[in-house]
C-alpha cells in the first residue's frame, strides 16, 4: 500500500516534470519560428552584408542550441558523453569549414 | 536479469524506457556520437561549398546564387522541417507518458511533414535544372550544391524509411523496453536533420541570397 | 543450443561459425587473419618496389605497375594492414581488461570487420580488372581525376567501403568502454592500451567523416561528372588535400596511440613495475589527440597557403613533441629500477624507443615549414614516416601479438623464433631507412620509378634493399612460429607473463563468455592488486547468475557483400551499361533488404542459465 503511493507520487512528480518540460519546448518552439522569420525578414529587407551575415550565424547557432538542449534533451542527466563529443564535433568541424573557407583559394 | 518477455511487455514500464536497458544505453550513447562523426561531414560539406559557392570557371550556365535561389520554397520548407522536429517531441512525451498512439499519431504527422519537405526539396531541384541549367555537372558550384543539400535531402528520405519501418514494425505490440530506444534515437535523428537545415537554410540560401 | 562447445567440429560449422559470428575475441582473430594477409600483400609490393630501386636505371619492372605498386603499398598498410591489426587487438584484449562480457554493439563490431574486409578486397580486385590505383595513396587530385582506367574508382569506393566499417567499429569500442565496465573500474583505473584505444577511437569518429566526404567528391567527379576538382569548370583541388589531411593526420594518431598502449602495458609488465606517471600518461594521450586535430596542414606547407597558416601549423606540429615526449620518459622511468624480462614483447618495446625517437625528431625537423620546402617529397618524409609506422606502429603490434598470443590462442610463441624475428626485423627495418633519410638530403625524390647512375644514390639504395629482404626474412620466420606454435605448441598456462592487468585473470581458454562472474576492481593494476593484496585471484563482484549474450548473425556479411557488388555497378556504369545497372540494383536490394531483416525481426539474444555455469565451473 505504502510502495503503491510513493510509486504515485513518483508517477506525478514525473508527469509533472515532463508537463513543465513540453511548455518549454513550445516555447522555444516558437522562438525558433520568430528566429526563422527575422533570418529572412534580415535578407528580403536588404540590409548590409556586414551586419546581416553575423546577425543571421548567430540567430542560426542559438536556434541549433535550443535544438540540442531542448529538444534533443542535451542538458539532461546522463548527457555529458553525448555534448563532450558534439563539441569536439563543432570544434573539428569549425576547424575544418575554417581552412576550407580561408587556406583554399592560393 | 530480465528474460525476454520482460523486455517486449509493455506493462509496467520505467519512466524513461528508451534508457532502462543496457542495449537501450548503449544505443543512446552510440547514436548520439555517431551524430558528433555527422557533425564532421556535414562541416567537411560545408566548407567545400563555401569554397566553390561562387566558382564557375569556364562553364557555360553561370547563374549566380542571388538569381537563382527563391526565398519563398525556403521558407515553407524550413517551417514544415521545424515543425515536424516540434511534432517528434510531442511523440517522444508520450513515448514517456507511455501513451504509444498518441506516440505513433504524432511520428505520421512528423513523417508527413518530412514527405512535404522533402517533395518540395524535388521541385526546387526540378527547378533549378530546367530553368537556370543548374545542374550537378553545370559548374563547380552546381556540384558542391548538389551534394551539400543533397546529402541533407538523403538523409531525410533514410530518416523517413526508417520512421515507417519502426511504426510499421511496431504498430501491433506497442511500446516496450526493446523498441523504446529505437524510437528514441529514431528522433535523435530527426532532429539532427533539422538542426543541419537550420545551417543550410541560413548558410546556404540566405547568405547566398545576399551574395 | 551454444553454451557448451563441442569438443570436435565439421570445418563447415566452424567456417558458418566465424560467417555469423559476433564474439569480440572471434572477430579479432578475423581481423588478425584479414590484417595479417593484407600485411603479407603490402609487404609484397614493399619488396617489389625495393628491388626495383636496388640498382640505377633497374628496367625490372615498368613505370606504371611500379606506380601502382607504391600506392597500393601504402593504401594497403595503412587501411587494411595496420588499422586492422590494431582492430585485432583493440578487440581481443579490450573488453577483457575492462571487466566486460561483451562489447557494446556485437552486430555492429561484425559488420565493422566484413564491411572492412569486403572494402579491401574491392581494393585488391582492381589488380586482375585493368590496373591497381596508381595516384599515390594519398590520391591527390588532379591526377587522381585524370589517372585513366578504374584503378582509382577502385580505390575511392574500396576505401569507403572499408572506412564505414572503421567508423562503426570505432563507435562501439567507445561506447563499449563507457557503458561496460567491471565495477570498479574507473576511468582512472583502466590500462593504458583501454585508454589508448578510446582516445583513437574518438579520433577515428571525428576524422573518418572528412575522408567519406573526400572520397564521395573524388568518387562524384569520377564516376558522375562533378566538378569539385577540375579548375576549367571552378574546382578546386586544394580541398581535396585539405580533406585528406583532416582525415590523414588524426590518423597518424589513430595507429600510433594504440601501439603506445600496448608498450605502456608491455614495459610495466616485464619491469614487474606500475606504469610510472600514470594520470600523466592518459593526460598525454588525450593532448597528443586534441592536438592531432590542429596539425593537418603540416602536408601541406609547399602549397602556399602562406606564411601565417605555416606558422600556426609549423608550431602546433612542434608542440605535439611535448606529450609525446612525456610519454617516452614514462616508460624509461617505468623501466628505471624494475626487474626487467628481455622476453621478445620487451625487445620491441625497448627498441621502440630509439627507433619512434628519431622519427619524432625527423618529425620535428619536418615540422620547421621552412625548412619542409627542402624535404618535400623526397626520401627523408618516406624515412621520417616509416620510422614513425614501422618504429612505432608495427614494432607495437608485433610487440602486441606476442604479448596478448598465449590469450588469444591459449598457446605461447616459440621466444627463440621471436627473438630472431625481432633481431632480423629490427636490424632490418633501420637497414633499409636510416639511409633513406640520406638519399633524400642528397636529393632522391619519392615515388620516382627509378634513379640514374653516377648521382651517388647506387649504394645507398643497394643497403635500402638489402635491408628489407631482411625485413621479409623475419616475416617468415614469424609466420613460421605461427604455424609450429598452432600445430605442436602446448597450452599455455593462463598468466604466463604473472601479467598485472585484468585479462590475465582469466581462465585458459577464456571462456566465450568472457567473465562468469563480474570481478571488483580494487585499483590500477588489478589482478596485480589482488596477487600483492589478495589471493592473487580477482574477487567476484556479483553472485553467480544467468548471463545474456547476443545471437549470431549471418546479416554483417550479406549487408557488406551487398555493397560490394553495387560498386562494381557504379563503376562500370558507363562501360557496361544495363549489367551494371543490374549489379547496383541487386547489391543494394542484397544490403538494403538485409538492413530491413535486421531491423524487422527481434534479436534479444539469449541467456546461458546458471546451472549451466555452476557446472563448467565444476570441472574447473
Keep these: 500500500m505504502a510502495k503503491d503511493t510513493n510509486s504515485n507520487h513518483a508517477d506525478q512528480y514525473y508527469k509533472a516534470k515532463k508537463k513543465e518540460e513540453m511548455k518549454h519546448q513550445v516555447i522555444t518552439f516558437a522562438l525558433m519560428i520568430v528566429f526563422t522569420i527575422i533570418a529572412f525578414g534580415l535578407v528580403i529587407g536588404e540590409f548590409d552584408k556586414l551586419f546581416v551575415f553575423p546577425v543571421l550565424l548567430v540567430l542560426a547557432a542559438v536556434q541549433v542550441g535550443f535544438q540540442f538542449y531542448y529538444f534533443m534533451h542535451m542538458s539532461h542527466k546522463g548527457h555529458e558523453f553525448p555534448a563532450l563529443m558534439i563539441y569536439s564535433g563543432i570544434f573539428a568541424a569549425i576547424l575544418t569549414i575554417l581552412a576550407l573557407t580561408t587556406i583554399t583559394w592560393v | 536479469m530480465s528474460t525476454h518477455e520482460d523486455v517486449l511487455s509493455s506493462e509496467n514500464l520505467p519512466h524513461e524506457p528508451e534508457k532502462a536497458t543496457l542495449e537501450g544505453k548503449n544505443k543512446f550513447l552510440g547514436f548520439w556520437f555517431f551524430l558528433g562523426g555527422e557533425t564532421v561531414l556535414f562541416a567537411s560539406l560545408f566548407g567545400t561549398y563555401l569554397a566553390l559557392k561562387n566558382s564557375f570557371g569556364a562553364a557555360e550556365h553561370t547563374t549566380p546564387s542571388q538569381e537563382l535561389f527563391g526565398l519563398e520554397l525556403v521558407f515553407i520548407m524550413t517551417m514544415l522541417l521545424l515543425t515536424s522536429s516540434l511534432t517528434s517531441v510531442y511523440a517522444m512525451y508520450h513515448m514517456k507518458n507511455h501513451d504509444f498512439k498518441k506516440m505513433m ?107 | 543450443m551454444s553454451t557448451a562447445t563441442v569438443g570436435k567440429r565439421s570445418f563447415g560449422a566452424v567456417v558458418w561459425d566465424y560467417l555469423t559470428t559476433v564474439d569480440h575475441k572471434k572477430i579479432a582473430i578475423l581481423y588478425l587473419v584479414a590484417g595479417g594477409f593484407f600485411f603479407l600483400l603490402g609487404g609484397l609490393e614493399a619488396m617489389l618496389i625495393r628491388l626495383q630501386l636496388m640498382a640505377p636505371d633497374s628496367e625490372l619492372i615498368g613505370a606504371q605497375f611500379y606506380n601502382e605498386l607504391f600506392t597500393m603499398h601504402g593504401t594497403t598498410m595503412i587501411f587494411l594492414a595496420a588499422m586492422p591489426l590494431l582492430f585485432a587487438l583493440m578487440n581481443a584484449i579490450m573488453p577483457l581488461q575492462i571487466g566486460a562480457r561483451d562489447v557494446a554493439f556485437p552486430f555492429i563490431n561484425a559488420l565493422g570487420f566484413w564491411l572492412f574486409l569486403f572494402g579491401g578486397l574491392l581494393l585488391n580486385c582492381s589488380w586482375f580488372l585493368g590496373g591497381a590505383p596508381d595516384a599515390g595513396w594519398t590520391a591527390y587530385a588532379p591526377l587522381s581525376v585524370i589517372s585513366p582506367g578504374h584503378g582509382v574508382d577502385f580505390y575511392a569506393l574500396g576505401l569507403q567501403i572499408s572506412g564505414f566499417g ?48 573526400g572520397l564521395f567528391l573524388l568518387t562524384f567527379d569520377r564516376l558522375f561528372g562533378a566538378n569539385f576538382f577540375v579548375p576549367d569548370m571552378g574546382g578546386n583541388e586544394i580541398i581535396w588535400e585539405h580533406l585528406f589531411w583532416i582525415f590523414g593526420h588524426p590518423e597518424v594518431y589513430i595507429l600510433i596511440l594504440p601501439a603506445f598502449g600496448v608498450f605502456s602495458e608491455v614495459f610495466s609488465t616485464f619491469s614487474k613495475k606500475r606504469l610510472f606517471g600514470y ?26 597557403m602562406g606564411p601565417i597558416a605555416n606558422s600556426i601549423f609549423a608550431i602546433a606540429t612542434m608542440a605535439i613533441a611535448v606529450p609525446t615526449g612525456i610519454k617516452i620518459f614514462n ?158 605448441g602446448k597450452k599455455s598456462p593462463a598468466d604466463p607473463w604473472d601479467g598485472r592487468t585484468l585479462e590475465w585473470s582469466l581462465p585458459n581458454p577464456t571462456p566465450f563468455y568472457n567473465f562468469k562472474q563480474l570481478p571488483l576492481v580494487r585499483g590500477l593494476d588489478p589482478l596485480w592488486v589482488e596477487k600483492t593484496q589478495g589471493n592473487g585471484k580477482m574477487i567476484p563482484a556479483e553472485p553467480l547468475d544467468d548471463i545474456h549474450m547476443p545471437n549470431n548473425s549471418f546479416l554483417p556479411f550479406t549487408i557488406s557483400l551487398g555493397l560490394f557488388i553495387a560498386a562494381f555497378g557504379f563503376m562500370y556504369r558507363v562501360d557496361a551499361g544495363f549489367p551494371a545497372y543490374v549489379a547496383i540494383g541487386v547489391g543494394l536490394a542484397i544490403t538494403l533488404g538485409s538492413m530491413l531483416i535486421r531491423s524487422v525481426k527481434d534479436d534479444l539474444g539469449y541467456h546461458i542459465h546458471k546451472e549451466d555455469l555452476e557446472k563448467e565451473g565444476a570441472g574447473e
Design chain 3, 331 to 488: 616508460w624509461l622511468l617505468t623501466m628505471w629500477g624494475g626487474s626487467i624480462r628481455m622476453t621478445t614483447a620487451m625487445l620491441y618495446a625497448v627498441s621502440f624507443i630509439p627507433t619512434f625517437t628519431l622519427g619524432g625528431i625527423t618529425g620535428v625537423m619536418l615540422a620547421s615549414a621552412a625548412a619542409d620546402y627542402q624535404y618535400h617529397d623526397s626520401y627523408f618524409v618516406v624515412a621520417h614516416f616509416h620510422y614513425v609506422i614501422v618504429g612505432g606502429v608495427v614494432f607495437g603490434i608485433l610487440g602486441g601479438l606476442t604479448y596478448w598470443w598465449p590469450l588469444m590462442f591459449g598457446k605461447m610463441l616459440n621466444e627463440k623464433l621471436g627473438k630472431w624475428t625481432f633481431w632480423l626485423f629490427f636490424t632490418g627495418f633501420h637497414l633499409t631507412f636510416f639511409i633513406q633519410h640520406f638519399l633524400g638530403l642528397m636529393g632522391m625524390p619519392r615515388r620516382y620509378w627509378k634513379f640514374l647512375e653516377g648521382q651517388g644514390l647506387e649504394t645507398g639504395n643497394l643497403i635500402s634493399t638489402v635491408g628489407a629482404f631482411l625485413m621479409a626474412i623475419a616475416t617468415f620466420i614469424l609466420l613460421y612460429n605461427v604455424i609450429i606454435t598452432t600445430v605442436k
Design chain 3, 279 to 304: 594520470s600523466s600518461m592518459v593526460f598525454a594521450t588525450v593532448l597528443i589527440a586534441f592536438l592531432g586535430f590542429m596539425v593537418w596542414a603540416h602536408h601541406m606547407f609547399t602549397v602556399g
Design chain 2, 105 to 211: 499519431v504524432w511520428l505520421g504527422i512528423t513523417v508527413l511533414l518530412g514527405a512535404a519537405f522533402l517533395g518540395l526539396e524535388i521541385y526546387e531541384f526540378y527547378h533549378y535544372v530546367h530553368h537556370y541549367h543548374h545542374t550537378f555537372t553545370s559548374s563547380a558550384f552546381g556540384s558542391a550544391f548538389y551534394t551539400l543539400v543533397g546529402f541533407h535531402g538523403a538523409h531525410v528520405a533514410f530518416g523517413l524509411l526508417w520512421i515507417i519501418t519502426l511504426m510499421i514494425r511496431n504498430a501491433r505490440r506497442g511500446l516496450n523496453l526493446y523498441n523504446a530506444p529505437k524510437f528514441y534515437v529514431a528522433s535523435l535523428y530527426w532532429h539532427f536533420i533539422d538542426v543541419v537545415w537550420v545551417f543550410i537554410f541560413t548558410v546556404v540560401y540566405l547568405m547566398g541570397k545576399v551574395g
Design chain 3, 166 to 213: 572503421t567508423l562503426m567499429g570505432g563507435i562501439n569500442f567507445i561506447v563499449t568502454i563507457i557503458t561496460m565496465r567491471a565495477p570498479g573500474m574507473t576511468y582512472m583505473r583502466m590500462p593504458l592500451f583501454t585508454w589508448s584505444t578510446f582516445v583513437a577511437s574518438i579520433l577515428i569518429l571525428f576524422a573518418f567523416p572528412a575522408l567519406t566526404v
